[in-house]
């Protein structure tokens, strides 16, 4: 009998990396393996019922991710920046090349990274959880590592999270984000694990290459409209705000949202909701995604 591929994940404490381990777990022929500083947390246990080995990394060096990896064939790379650290930046480029150092001497066949424009080359705008990821990738390259890049926009579980509605009347909610007329892409956090299942099984197709994912690009408005046909009776509006307005609210990263929501008002970033379905073509159209999690919306709307 074959053995199982063996493909690490890192960013397991995030839900895009926590969504690619389960979904490459489903699998029956490869064996996933977290690569977490936490083991013991509710999210770990979670993945563990499902099949996913867990290997705990203190990441303090890189004899100790190589330790990690060991016997691992491919990986996915997500870093986490931490905006309650003055130092995110540079503690989470340091990471990201410290992993990249490992895959380097473990002779990783191929990882997928998921990346982000740097947004203060291209237009002097600082975002610091996008410019870490830029910095990273680029070191990954100058390794020479064999590498696919994938460049995630807002997940559609974002909107009841870091972007959620407020709450004006009983029925009611408002949603504030600086984006006027202008569509943002979109994807459900959950078919990301497909679209990176479909890279890694087709290196040849996609090494070398970024790649901007997408499952559906619409306006506030257009956001707010799918939820009213489908989350009745609760209500669902834009309300117009400023970029500066925005960048005023208080809560921790909001200048960080701020100048993402300025810098794709300026840029196109090129995503591509028909070559996404070509990797992975159940991936879902906000209506279709909201249709299928009216229950877990409602159970974050406050």
């Not at 990201?96 to 002097?124: L, M, P």
């Not at 307005?245 to 200048?255: A, I, L, N, V």
């Amino acid at each position: 009998m074959p053995e199982k591929r063996t493909i690490a994940v890192f960013g397991t404490d995030i839900i895009q990396g926590e969504a690619v381990a389960r979904f490459l777990a489903r699998d029956k022929d490869i064996q996933v393996r977290a690569i977490t500083s936490d083991v013991t947390s509710q999210m770990s246990l979670s993945m563990k019922n499902e099949g996913v080995e867990l290997c705990e990394c203190s990441f303090k060096d890189v004899d100790d991710i190589c330790a990690a990896i060991a016997d691992v064939e491919e990986c996915f790379v997500l870093t986490n920046t931490d905006i309650s650290d003055p130092f995110c930046v540079e503690n989470e480029i340091k990471l990201g090349r410290r992993i990249a150092d490992a895959c380097a001497i473990s002779n990783i066949g191929h990882i997928v990274f998921s990346t982000q424009v740097h947004t203060q080359k291209v237009k002097g705008v600082q975002v610091r959880q996008w410019v870490t990821k830029a910095e990273i990738e680029d070191y990954m390259k100058v390794k020479n590592l064999p590498l696919t890049c994938i460049m995630v926009p807002f997940v559609y579980q974002d909107f009841f999270g870091v972007l959620k509605p407020e709450k004006v009347q009983n029925n009611t909610y408002q949603l504030e984000i600086p984006m006027g007329l202008t569509p943002i892409d979109l994807i459900s956090v959950d078919d990301i694990g497909g679209i990176v299942k479909s890279i890694l099984d087709n290196k040849s197709q996609y090494i070398n290459k970024t790649i901007s994912i997408s499952g559906d690009k619409l306006t506030i408005a257009e956001v707010a409209a799918i939820l009213n046909i489908n989350m009745k009776p609760k209500m669902f509006r834009e309300k117009q705000i400023s970029i500066n307005d925005y960048r005023q609210k208080e809560f921790p990263g909001s200048r960080d949202w701020a100048n993402i929501f300025n810098f794709l008002l300026r840029v196109d970033t090129q995503y591509n909701v028909s070559k996404t379905k070509t990797l992975y073509p159940d991936v879902k159209s906000f209506q279709e995604w909201v249709k299928e999690n009216g229950a877990w919306i409602l159970s974050q709307l406050s």
